[in-house]
């Protein structure tokens, strides 16, 4: 079983809205905390969501009052709920997972300190392999 699979994603007109889901190993889901992340071609990948364990919902500034990160601890899985899709939310988004302090020196300090931050898939130790939204004018 891979640790984390995304599915979810698909072609939508802007102003759509799509629901991302990431079903986690019962393992990571308990001990990891986990985000969402999103990359084009060419470019390193963005953070863009993830629920820290002292202050909850943390999001980039380019998705806030769009998307709603949320998890199901009785199905073992991550969602991102997206709304208002724009042409530039087109991307292959990703979830990840690893351990809760590094979540919250990477990520948490990016998106609350600086508003988004890129990520190398060397920073967390588990991703998923991928969903690929498709935002059309």
């Known amino acids: 079983q891979e640790p984390l699979v995304e599915s979810g994603g698909g072609s939508v007109q802007a102003g759509g809205s799509l629901r991302l889901s990431c079903k986690v190993s019962?393992?990571?889901?308990?001990?990891?905390?986990m985000g969402w992340f999103r990359q084009v071609p060419g470019e390193e990948r963005q953070g863009v969501a993830t629920?820290?364990?002292?202050?909850?919902?943390v999001y980039a500034d380019s998705v806030k009052g769009r998307f709603t990160i949320s998890q199901d601890n009785n199905k073992n899985t991550l969602y991102l709920e997206m709304s208002s899709l724009k042409p530039e939310d087109t991307a292959m988004y990703y979830c990840?997972?690893?351990?809760?302090?590094?979540?919250?020196?990477?990520?948490?300090?990016?998106?609350?300190?600086?508003?988004?931050?890129?990520?190398?898939?060397?920073?967390?130790?588990?991703w998923g392999q991928g969903t690929q939204v498709t935002v059309s004018s």
């Open positions: 019962g393992y990571i889901f308990s001990t990891y905390c």
């Open positions: 990840a997972a690893d351990t809760c302090p590094l979540f919250e020196q990477l990520v948490g300090t990016a998106l609350r300190k600086y508003g988004g931050g890129r990520f190398s898939t060397s920073d967390f130790r588990h």
């Open positions: 629920i820290l364990r002292d202050d909850g919902p």
